[in-house]
């Protein structure tokens, strides 16, 4: 600014003397021509040169002004540039990211732009976020149902096993009675039907391991007892097993079989009266029992009792529990003693 008004300054003195000597001029002779345009033309030039300089003050004063600010913007966007945090790739996407920045160390001072470099290493170091998939929450709620009770998956065992007795497919039952008691030993109808099936199939040896097993379990258990009487008479052990009876008799109302039982081994040991005596004790609590009728009948007829043992006979055969072979023995032995 101090150049344009040296130069306004010089502008006047250079008016000024140009008046004076045009007076001056005037006084002696007239101008030329070619003088005046001279003039003239430098003044043309003179003022362009002003009007330059003017220009370019005014910008040079503009960009003193508002540069430093607009350079101090654009230093400011590119260090927000370089510190803002990368963006995470979307899961799924194949996006490669840049090499890891080093973290800074906690103990250095953090500034505003460190604290922002820090946040973003921050984020590019945490572990992605688990996007939980289709597949993931279909797991999520699938239903598990709560596991059986051993009892319960004995029970189960057993029933399929009785299935398969009922159909006699016994290997297979006798798989699901060992599968039962394998799941819960204390499962006594299993080992029941267990020890009733190998008796059928002829496996005494193993039909007697099984029971003796029971028996450790419950040695007062009245089945296994039966069931251990009854192998001792296939073995023609009959002695043993009324021996094994006697010393777990039950009351006689409670278990009329039990007493049944005992009293066929009494015919068997040729121990007639005492079959006789338990035989008439329980066809009092159920007379229409025609088996247990028969059995007093036989015992009755080798005492010797014939009108006793014929009217057993014949009220037998009134009964209806009889399968046809029996009715044949009686029918036969009716015959006999009508003819004696």
């Known amino acids: 600014m101090s150049l344009i008004n040296q130069m306004l300054k010089d502008l006047e003195t250079r008016k000024v ?17 070619e003088g005046e345009d001279l003039f003239e033309s430098r003044r043309g030039w003179i ?4 009007g330059v300089l003017f220009f370019v003050s005014l910008a040079v004063g503009f960009w003193q ?12 966007t590119v260090l927000q540039a370089i510190t803002q945090p990368l963006p995470l790739p979307e899961k799924g996407s ?16 953090i500034g505003l732009e460190d604290k922002d470099l820090q946040e973003a290493v921050e984020a590019l170091e945490a572990p992605e976020p688990v996007v939980q998939t289709k597949h993931t929450q279909k797991k999520s709620v699938i239903k598990t149902h709560p596991r059986i009770s051993k009892e319960d998956e004995s029970e189960q065992a057993y029933q399929l096993g009785l299935q398969f007795a009922n159909r006699s497919q016994d290997e297979a039952a006798k798989e699901q009675f060992l599968k039962s008691l394998s799941a819960w030993k204390h499962h006594h ?17 193993q039909a007697r391991e099984s029971v003796e097993e029971g028996r450790m379990l419950a040695p007062s258990y009245l089945p296994f007892v039966k069931l251990l009487a ?3 008479v296939l073995k023609k052990q009959n002695l043993e097993a009324l021996e094994l009876l006697k010393q777990h008799a039950p009351p006689k109302t409670q278990d009329l079989e039990y007493y ?28 229409e029992h025609s088996n247990w009728r028969m059995g007093l009948a036989r015992a009755l007829e080798k005492e010797g009792r014939k009108e006793a043992a014929l009217s057993a006979y014949q009220m037998a055969l009134k009964g209806e529990n009889l399968n046809a072979s029996a009715v044949l023995y009686v029918k036969g032995r009716i015959q006999v003693l009508k003819e004696e």
Do not use: C
């Open 17 to 33: 003397e140009n008046q004076q000597s045009q007076s001056s001029l005037e006084e002696a002779t007239l101008p030329t021509l």
């Open 47 to 50: 003022k362009s040169g002003i």
């Open 65 to 76: 002004f508002y540069g430093k600010e607009w350079m101090h913007s654009q230093n400011k």
């Open 94 to 109: 194949r996006e490669i990211l840049p090499p890891p920045v080093q973290a800074i160390s906690p103990s250095e001072p």
């Open 189 to 205: 109808s299993a080992r029941e039907a267990l020890v009733t099936l190998q008796i059928k199939r002829g496996f005494l040896e």
């Open 230 to 232: 009854r192998i001792y």
């Open 260 to 287: 049944a039982f005992m009293a066929a081994i009494h015919s068997e040991l040729m121990q007639f009266s005492d079959a006789v005596s338990l035989y008439q004790t329980i066809l009092e609590v159920r007379p």
